[in-house]
């Protein structure tokens, strides 16, 4: 009688029984760990410092078990990760120090971390005390997942499963040499394949994506049933049954919200804006039903702005020894400039700022035509001393440089491609230069977040050339705007001619669509086309190239032109000011 009343007590708190979750996702950080910008020597209103505090103040928290994800894109940004990337691998990583000390207990690899290469993630990797997780990115060699596929997290009698996912389009932007013995699985394939382990394997009361990729699957033209979407986090939810929080990266969008699956069960959809300014989080509360004899849960979605919550002191004062080495590095006086440079210059025309990257370019590789596009839209490198910090604003990404080949025809019709998506076709001089996203009614369409009007495409896909002289016509349709009259020294440009020409490793393996959409070219031929490599990223280079010149004559070359000059200068007055102001 007395084991019978025992079992009946414990069925009765069983049956009561509520176990409170908080999951916290961190993603795109790029390197923002201090509240300082060392690129731009000033304060920062966002850390993973002031995340830590947010995450600390959760765990306090009678009965909440806190879990702390990322979700990718933390090892590319600020210097301070470029300098333990590239500048310290003799020394333990200051992510793998922080992201161990925060305790974090599960991860998943994102784009730009794959980007740092292999002696750099895979050391990573040994130095995490928590797995990083990509089930779709597989050892071509074993047919196994090369990272850690999903972890298994049990708290009260609870058991939650992570899967982890990558964007499947890292061949499309990255070298080969950087994910050399890895093939990347289309995301919805990989999630049901893993899905159907886990489910069979573990049985999960919660089952939770963490995914580097973003909602919109139409991005880039893209489409529902388009094979290895770059952005396929919301398709993985409507069609992968089993899900019940999908967390979010890649996009910076600040995602909160419910989404159906084939079943008609809700899924809740989550993601940062990145940059550590904000947090997405999941409150779960697991309620078993002894009916069932199953859990049972409640999900509520929120994104906390990290700017509300000081940085952690305990934080601060621990890593102080990087923060200082960082500051010491960028602060490194590397050359003299002859003029102020500004990248929101090159998103009108020919321009200080992209001719230099391209005079580099060119002088490094020896090829008769550079190609490049401005990589931040609004940054200054001031006239007189730089130093190593400017070369993120100069160039903001680690990729390579590329030689590659392309006829005289190629070349223009990638040319086509870039102010195709790049600069209106302009009726008359009242019409806009730019090309910018408009509703049906033809009016702009505004972001909430700069508080200016979207461009229809990247800016950091508008590419000049340098090596020719040519003319821009927006008064003509796509297709028909290019006019290249030669080559600037003088030599005859002949479209059924071979040419060398310097890209970066982004768009010389596809990134931007240009070779492929505008040039032609298959994107599994591309690698045909690569003379040869850098072994190091651009900004090294640039900054070599700046330390033996000592001072830099900043000169424009004014190689391409748009026309009508009336109209071109009428639409640049009229964008600038709307963009940038006065």
């Known amino acids: 009688m007395k084991k019978i009343f025992t079992l009946i007590l414990l069925l009765v708190s069983l049956n009561a029984q509520t176990v409170t979750f908080k999951l916290i996702e961190t993603s795109d950080i790029h390197g923002q760990i201090f509240p300082y910008d060392f690129i731009n020597d000033q304060p920062a209103q966002n850390s993973l410092a002031q995340i830590y505090s947010y995450v600390k103040q959760e765990r306090e928290k009678e009965h909440m078990h806190v879990i702390l994800l990322d979700n ?33 207990d599960a991860a998943t690899i994102g784009n ?25 990115a597989v050892n071509k060699e074993t047919g196994e997942p090369y990272f850690q596929p999903y972890t298994i997290i049990e708290k009260d009698g609870v058991k939650i499963a992570v899967l982890g996912l990558i964007t499947p389009h890292i061949p499309h932007w990255l070298p080969e040499k950087i994910w050399e013995g890895m093939y990347f699985e289309d995301m919805i394939e990989s999630a049901q394949k893993w899905v159907d ?39 993985v939810a409507q069609q992968v049954e089993g899900f019940d929080i999908i967390f979010v990266g890649h996009d910076h969008q600040g995602w909160n919200k419910f989404v159906q699956n084939k079943s008609g069960k809700d899924v809740l959809i989550l993601g940062t804006k990145g940059y550590a300014s904000t947090v997405a989080e999941a409150l779960v509360e697991m309620n078993f039903n002894i009916e069932s004899g199953n859990w049972e849960s409640t999900l509520t979605g929120n994104v906390i702005e990290t700017k509300d919550y000081k940085p952690d002191e305990e934080f601060i004062n ?10 010491n590095y960028v602060s490194k006086p590397i050359g ?45 490198i001031k006239e007189g001393e730089v130093y190593v910090r400017d070369m993120f604003n100069l160039y903001k990404y680690e990729n390579l440089l590329y030689t590659i080949e392309l006829s005289g025809k190629e070349i223009k019709d990638y040319l086509e491609y870039s102010y195709s998506i790049w600069f209106n076709e302009m009726k008359n001089q009242n019409d806009h230069l730019l090309l ?27 590419d000049t050339a340098e090596g020719i002289d040519y003319i821009v016509d927006v008064s003509k349709p796509v297709g028909e705007r290019i006019t290249i009259k030669g080559f600037s020294d003088g030599r005859v440009f002949d479209e059924s001619s071979i040419y060398t020409v310097a890209v970066n490793s982004y768009r010389g393996n ?19 086309r690569i003379i040869n490599s850098t072994e190091k990223d651009l900004r090294y280079y640039l900054m070599k190239w700046i330390e ?19 109209w071109y200068k009428a639409g640049c007055e009229k964008d600038r000011k709307i963009l940038f102001g006065d």
Do not use: C
């Open 548 to 566: 033996n010149k000592g001072t830099v004559i900043i000169e424009k070359s004014d190689n391409w032109k748009v026309v009508p000059d009336d």
């Open 436 to 462: 910018f996203e408009q509703d049906e009614k033809g009016d702009l369409i505004w972001s909430e977040r700069s508080n200016t009007p979207m461009l229809k495409n990247r800016y950091y896909n508008f």
């Open 510 to 528: 596809g990134g931007g669509n240009h070779l492929t959409n505008g040039a032609g070219i298959e994107h599994n031929k591309l690698s045909e």
């Open 318 to 327: 621990k890593f102080n020894y990087a923060y200082r080495q960082t500051k």
């Open 112 to 136: 730009h971390d794959i980007e740092a290469g292999h002696p750099v993630y895979d050391k990573l990797v040994d130095e995490f005390n928590f797995p990083w997780l990509a089930a779709n």
């Open 72 to 104: 990718g894109d933390i090892l590319q940004g600020q210097p301070v990760v470029y300098y333990y990337n590239f500048e310290r691998p003799d020394t333990t990583h200051i992510l793998s120090s922080i992201m161990n000390f925060m305790k974090y």
């Open 336 to 380: 003299i400039f002859s003029k102020t440079i500004s990248s929101n210059d090159a998103l009108f025309g020919d321009a200080d700022f992209s001719d230099l990257i391209h005079s580099i370019q060119l002088e490094l590789t020896g090829a008769d035509i550079s190609f490049t596009a401005p990589l931040s839209i609004n940054s200054e």
């Open 197 to 235: 382990v886990i489910t069979e394997k573990e049985n999960p009361d919660l089952l939770v994506g963490l995914f580097h990729a973003g909602v919109d699957y139409t991005y880039n033209k893209a489409e529902a049933d388009t094979y290895k979407n770059e952005n396929a986090s919301l398709l």
